[in-house]
């Protein structure tokens, strides 16, 4: 069984701050790790993941992640946040040999002016 | 370009009443199709997903069902309405089997069950 964990439900930083969004998994097999944003009243949308090489991955608007075995985790950042990156984001793993994602709590982010 | 869109873009519906949720995807033949409940403020549950037309596998049980009429088709119904139903339901797909962790959502169909 596959699990997600979240442990900042809420986080609110300035606009022009770097953020850190934490997010470690439990799984013992190949897993493949990715994260999503969805802004309010809206769908999600993909921003990134990770499979295998480097560690550390580019994704839309800024975003990147780094995976790190030995910590079970794949935190997102981003060096600059402005205030449209406020919205909800969703870790997620997958096996993907069972086609289900398993999503995290999700981690609200507020950027304030 | 793929586009998905999802019907109605919201319901209020009875306890006990019936229910049908749309979901289509243009631009992309053979996607990998799924639904998705979200409570409040909430995470994503996956409930159903659809490899192919016809073909349907459930996930959680939620007196929910799921069918796949057509290729760029997806529904989601069910006969009774429950109160625990309410919620954000969403539509995605995948371009394949390899890349199902990459999804693509629709807009979603918030319902509120009364």
């Known amino acids: 069984t596959q699990t997600v964990s979240q442990s900042d439900a809420h986080v609110t930083v300035f606009e022009g701050d770097s953020v850190e969004l934490r997010c470690n998994y439990s799984?013992?097999?190949?897993?493949?790790l990715s994260w999503y944003i969805q802004h309010h009243g809206h769908g999600l949308q993909f921003l990134l993941k990770?499979?295998?090489?480097?560690?550390v991955v580019q994704g839309v608007n800024g975003f990147e992640a780094e995976f790190s075995k030995s910590d079970s985790s794949f935190h997102l950042r981003k060096a600059s946040v402005h205030w449209s990156d406020s919205a909800v984001y969703f870790c997620a793993v997958t096996n993907n040999a069972g086609a289900k994602l398993t999503f995290g709590g999700g981690t609200r982010l507020t950027v304030r002016p | 370009a793929q586009t998905i869109h999802q019907w109605p873009v919201a319901e209020i519906k009875a306890v006990g009443s019936p229910l049908s949720l749309g979901c289509t995807i243009k631009?992309?033949?053979?996607?990998?199709l799924y639904w998705y409940w979200q409570a409040t403020g909430g995470t994503l549950q996956q409930l159903f997903y659809?490899?192919?037309?016809?073909?349907v596998e459930s996930v959680v049980q939620l007196n929910l069902s799921a069918s796949r009429p057509k290729d760029d088709q997806f529904i989601l119904s069910t006969e009774k309405l429950l109160l625990s139903h309410s919620g954000f339901y969403l539509c995605a797909w995948s371009p394949d089997w390899v890349n199902q962790d990459t999804q693509y959502f629709g807009p979603g169909t918030r319902l509120l069950v009364l």
């Open positions: 990770y499979y295998s090489g480097n560690p």
């Open positions: 659809s490899i192919t037309v016809g073909q």
């Open positions: 799984y013992g097999g190949s897993i493949y």
């Open positions: 631009g992309k033949s053979s996607p990998n």
